[in-house]
């Protein structure tokens, strides 16, 4: 069933019985899907599932009478902000699009000396406004409650300063030399437990240095492995986040 | 380390001391990546792989010495296929690529009623062609020993006629009803153990008919859901090969 988010005021503490979608999403259920008078349709408020019937139309907006609360959870267990250095073209679109298929929290990009491209300053806001967006369709796609939020662009120094509050860091990283040793996924999921906070860093296609792991560690991140095989930039975090929810879930 | 597959015929059990490497591959080391003699790579011949180094070019190839074999094991414990309907746009191309590098052994493309596009007679060879050069790529990338053999497009009725040497038969199935009982990926898995042979099939866009899932039980599949959340039909292989690869590596 389809379902869309609605944009009510943060004070209405359930949906009034009835609601118009935005203008997006009417334009999607009247114009795309063809939908009649009586279809049903799911509407989120608030990360909360309400069954709803399209009861007509005004001025282009589709109007729904609100039926009843359905209850679903469909939120990963622990909370998982993934970080990621800047990749060319599409990656971090589909880094966005599917990490919210698998649960993800929240999107940080960081800048890293070795990304191969930069964001210019007037650009940077236009990249998140977009990454936010993909967010949201890929939320009502995947039948998610809640909208992973994309935050703006920080340095590494800049995060590093607001990491304190989560119980579990984790950073993707292979070393060739193999000098510390780092952890396998598995066991570094295991210092996790439900309910608590946790960041993933990974790099871009440039890898992390050296220096930025080490000023990780110096933050309590734990480094870990991702397996046998090397992933491509854009395919690691989608592989860390089903682990973590086939773990967790 | 950059990784090439040697091209020597089969009956060369161990690679002479020197190689040349494919036009391709020449071409990738010596005139994108600019190598200098006495550069070291990776060469795979037969699932394993090989220290050599760059002593030369001769008619436009690489040549190589073979200094040692080198002891690694990328491949996922348990031999998966992947077996999908037909998507749209570039979807099998992320898959066949993703799957790659999350450790698939083989790709089967068939085609299912509720599938939204159809590959003309003439035009399958060729789009099997680029499905096997993709899986070639990623396992270059992704320094696999072993590249995944992309089979030619079948039927659901002719491919289940070769399905019985699989020890573990799936079909990622979510049922708006709920009729039946659908095991997790968890409790699916849980029936696999290493060293067999599993299959798991998933619908394009479009998803499965109730008849084809019917047909697929009547041959041992068994259901499961991958999760909480809806994953679109090109995350839905990438999110199970992960989970497969955190459980049985």
């Known amino acids: ?26 334009h999607h259920l009247l114009t ?8 049903e349709i799911y509407v989120v408020h608030q990360g909360q599932r309400y069954l709803a019937r399209l009861v007509g139309e005004r001025a282009g907006l589709a ?26 073209n599409d990656k971090l679109d589909t880094i966005v699009q599917k990490g919210t298929e698998c649960g993800m929290a929240s999107f940080q990009p960081v800048s890293l000396s070795r990304d191969v491209v930069r964001w210019k300053d007037g650009k940077s806001i236009q990249k998140i406004d977009r990454l936010q967006k993909i967010a ?16 703006s662009l920080k340095t590494l120094d800049q995060w590093l300063q607001s990491v304190d509050d989560y119980d579990l860091k984790l950073v993707a990283y292979e070393e060739e030399a193999k000098q510390t040793t780092s ?19 990974f790099g871009s296609e440039g890898g992390l240095t050296q220096e930025e792991v080490d000023q990780l560690r110096a933050k309590g991140f734990i ?11 854009e395919t690691a975090p989608i592989y860390a986040l089903a682990a973590i929810s086939y773990q967790f879930e």
Do not use: H
Not at 136 to 151: D, F, I
């Open 183 to 201: 952890y396998s996924l598995r066991q570094a999921l295991s210092l996790g437990q439900k309910g608590q906070k946790m960041a993933i860093v």
């Open 63 to 88: 109007q729904l009478e609100v039926i009843q609360r359905i209850e679903v959870d469909t939120e990963l267990p622990i909370q998982v902000t993934i970080a990621c250095g800047l990749s060319k």
């Open 223 to 233: 480094t870990c492995s991702l397996g046998r095989r090397i992933l491509r930039a």
């Open 32 to 39: 795309v899907l063809r939908a009649r008078t009586g279809q």
């Open 1 to 26: 069933m389809q379902q869309y988010f609605l944009e009510l005021e943060a004070s209405a503490s359930i949906p009034p019985t009835l609601v118009s979608l935005s203008q997006g999403d009417s």
């Open 136 to 151: 949201q369709a890929a939320s009502q796609q995947s039948k998610r409650l809640v909208v992973p939020r994309v935050s």
